[in-house]
Structure formats: C-alpha cells, structure tokens
C-alpha cells in the first residue's frame, strides 16, 4: 500500500483484493480495510451524496402537496414576477405593502390548498389538477416580492417553460422545483468536492430532511443553503492551502452577496468568511486594496438592494402595527431586556428549532418519526467532532463573531416584525430552517480530534444519517398526506 500525503488528508491507493482465502475471508478483509479508512472515500463522497438524496428530492418533487412549504405560494408569486422580467416590486411605496403582477391563478391554488389542507391527496390532488394558467396578471401582496430575484431564476425559468407548454399549476410547480433541485444538488455536490476538510459535515447538512425539503421547492432556501456551503467549501479550503486563488475570493464575494441581499443577517457569516481569506494574504497594498474592494462590494448590493426593494414596506403580521423603529428604540432604551428576550426564547422554543434544523415538514406540521431525531442528532454532533480542523485562535473568534452575529440578527429581525411593542418574548416568527446556512461555519470552532478518525467510520455514520434522513422523509410524506403509517 502507498500512501500520498496531500494538504491535510491522505489520498490513498487501494492494494488488490487478495486471491487466497474463501469467500469469508475476503469479506472481513473488505471490511477491515474499510474501518481503517484505507479505502480512499472522500473522492465518491460527491456521488455517494447524490446517490442518496436525489431519490429523496424526486420522491418530495412529485409526492408531496403541491405548495406544501411554508410561504410557497408567495415564493411562486416571486418566482413568476422574475419570470416576466421583473425584478423589482411593480408597487413600492413606502408605508403601502409592496406588490406585484402575477397570474390569478396561483393564488385560486394557494385558496383551495388552504381549503384542502389536511385532506389526502388521493382526493384533493385531483382537483389541484385542475387549476390551469389564466393569463390575467392582479396586483397582488406577497412578502416575498422584495427577495433578491437571482436566487428566483431556476424556479422561473422553469415557470417559463411550463407556461410556454401549457402545463397545469401542479406540472408547473413540478418543473419550477425540479430545476431548483438540479441546481442545489449540483452546488452542494461541488461543494463537497472541493473542500479540503469538513467534507461529511457539509455532506449531512446537504441531506438532512429540512434542507431537501427546501431543495424540492421553489422556496430561495435551497439556493442559500447551497450557495452558504460553497462559500463555506472555498472558504475552508483556501486555509487549508494557505492560498487565496482570485476565483476563490470572487466566489465567496458573489456567494456571499448573495446570500446576504436576499436574508441579510447572513452578511455577518459572510464577511467572516472574507476576514479569513483576507487573514491568509500577504499583507501588501495591493492586496488590502483588493480586500477592501471586495469588502465593498460583498456589503454594498445587499444594503443598496433592501434600500431599493422597499423591503422595510413589508408587512409580515397583519394583527401587528408596531413600527419596527420603534422596537428597536424599546430595545435601545431597555438594553436588560435583551437578555430576558434570548432566554424567554430558547426556554420556550429551543427544543422546536432543533427538530426544524433536522426537519419538520409540510407547513411545519409534519414531524419526524421520534427515532429519525435521535439517530440523526447524534450523526450531526458525530460527525461535527470527527470534521474537526485545526485553525489559529484568531480566526476561530472571527468564526464565533460572525456565526453568533447572524443568530443575533435572525432573532432580531424577526422580533421587530412579529412581536408588539415592548413584547419581552419570546421572539415570534424564527423558523429552524433560517439557520441551515450559516450552520456549516461550526466546523470552524471545533478542534481536530487528537486521535485519527477513518475515513470508514466517517462514510458509515454518514451513510446511516443519509438513508434514514430519507426513509424517514418518505414515511413522513406518505403519513402526512396519503393517511398511511408506515412505522
């Protein structure tokens, strides 16, 4: 056996299968070489991943409700606005709801899978059937209509196709996610390839129930997480190298503008994210210069874009009338309620946006069997600890900077919209899923293990995450919506 070391993992070269032996021999030595790790898996990791989700997002794509994830139909509505060219909101004057032109029909579906909701499908799928293009466009609120339009465009061109084929609503919504999902799992998939650690954590992450849940619509999410976990691959793999390519530092400016101007607490985890790199660097003119620039560029879009989009027109609660500056001059005002609110939250809630991160699907109202929860749980704290990588000190704190500067903000932006004023909790609003793209980063503040973890061991609990993420996401599903209990 011949061993090449490479960075920070060993690239290995299978020695032949031995000849001598029967049949039981040779399996324990199969199995033997695979617990040592000398078998080299990160190369197949990719396809291992696709191997096991594609089934999954193709099963969610065709099986599940159609407009089936929270805010759908106004995810569709911004995804037919992009379609028409539009990338801006058709009414956007401050104070009034913005608005935009979209095809009557999606909300005529959206009403009668409200109506519909937990009826099986068996009977109600026929009629969601029949809802067809109409081809007159109302002015409508959707309060996804200020989200950055880029990361609408698989979803809208695949409205575009469908319309041009004269699909019904449910075919249409069918292609919008099945591009969608081509194009998560390919970033995720490239993701995984190119990071020089950290690669089964990014790989769980990737398949974990709530993000192909995301995956399989025309939901923005899927594209953030699998933009975050490219950021995050480029990101760790330029450390590992101790260089800085000009294609890795575009792509983690553009990954992270992205990002950002569509959800923009994710900025902070970003700009981390670019600190590192920056960190790396020879510390030159020119190349502070470049830094600066970049900088400029990563915070710009997303602040010029929630300026232009009048994105603080939204109103997200109709029951709530508080002015969102006026919440923050509370919190200014009464800085000792900050910690009550954190606490009152996660006293409350913590143990709900745990099982969101793993997964809750449907409108978050369909659960996990109780056992995925657990099996999956222990596989990402696992894994976590085995992906472990060794970092300076410094830039493990701008890691922890960043990734609790997003949490903050989530928390934040959601408190101002969706308590009352003065509210001391806990914070309304705040789903599991928001936190999926900045989780990656933690792989960031764990120390690699002092003892050497195999490969095998690695594949095995990813592996077993991987198929029971998805059998459990199936069963779900069929329960959910068929009345059929498969566990």
């Known amino acids: 056996m011949t061993n090449v070391k490479s960075g920070d993992q060993s690239t290995a070269f299978v020695s032949p299968l031995p000849r001598n032996g029967n049949f039981g021999f040779q399996v324990h030595w199969i ?26 997002v193709l099963f969610l794509i065709f099986f599940r409700q159609p407009l089936g994830n929270p805010d759908e139909t106004s995810h569709v509505a911004r995804a037919y606005q992009v379609s028409k060219g539009v990338f801006l909101t058709e009414e956007a004057v401050p104070g009034l709801h913005p608005k935009g032109m979209v095809d009557e029909a999606w909300f005529l579906l959206g009403s009668q899978v409200n109506k519909r909701r937990f009826e099986t499908l068996d009977t109600a799928l026929p009629v969601f059937q029949g809802f067809a293009w109409t081809g007159k466009d109302k002015l409508r609120r959707f309060n996804s209509s200020v989200y950055f339009p880029a990361v609408f465009f698989p979803q809208a061109v695949g409205l575009k196709v469908a319309r041009a084929l004269n699909l019904n609503l449910v075919q249409s919504l069918q292609l919008a996610s099945l591009l969608n999902a081509a194009i998560c799992l390919i970033a995720i998939a490239l993701a995984i390839h190119l990071a020089a650690a950290g690669k089964y954590f990014l790989a769980l992450i990737g398949a974990l129930p709530m993000t192909l849940h995301q995956i399989a619509s025309v939901s923005p999410d899927g594209i953030l997480i699998a933009g975050s976990l490219l950021m ?46 920056w960190w790396i660097e020879p510390q030159r003119g020119r190349f502070i210069l470049k830094y600066v620039i970049a900088c400029m560029a990563m915070v710009s879009v997303p602040l010029i874009w929630t300026k232009i989009s009048n994105a603080g027109a ?34 409350e809630l913590l143990d709900s946006y745990l099982a969101q991160i793993i997964g809750v699907l449907g409108w978050l109202d369909a659960p996990l069997p109780s056992a995925a929860y657990i099996i999956l749980g222990l596989g990402f704290v696992a894994i976590l600890l085995m992906d472990g990588i060794s970092l300076q000190p410094l830039l493990r704190w701008i890691t ?27 914070i309304e609003g705040v ?52 009345g059929v209990a498969m566990f």
């Open 314 to 347: 939204v109103k997200h609660s109709l029951l709530i009338h508080t002015n969102p500056a006026d919440q923050l001059a509370f919190l200014l005002t009464h800085p000792l309620e900050i910690p009550n609110l954190a606490f009152s939250t996660l006293y």
């Open 431 to 482: 789903q599991g899923r928001y936190f999926l793209p900045i989780l990656p980063f933690l792989v960031f503040l764990i120390p690699k293990p002092k003892l050497p973890i195999s490969e095998g061991l690695k594949v095995s609990v990813f592996t077993t995450c991987g198929l029971v993420g998805g059998l459990a996401t199936v069963a779900t599903i069929i329960k959910r919506y068929y």
């Open 232 to 277: 995050f691959s480029l990101t760790l793999t330029a450390l590992m190298k101790s260089k800085v390519r000009p294609s890795t530092l575009l792509g983690v400016v553009v990954l992270g503008a992205l990002t950002a101007a569509t959800k923009l607490p994710y900025l902070m985890v970003a700009l981390a994210a670019l600190t590192m790199l």
């Open 400 to 426: 922890f900077a960043g990734f609790t500067s997003s949490v903050a903000l989530i928390f934040l932006s959601l408190y101002l919209i969706w308590n009352p004023l003065g509210s001391r909790g806990p």
């Open 31 to 56: 199995l033997n070489r695979m617990v040592r790790g000398s078998t080299y898996f990160p190369r197949f990791l990719p396809l291992l991943y696709l191997a096991i989700c594609v089934p999954t």
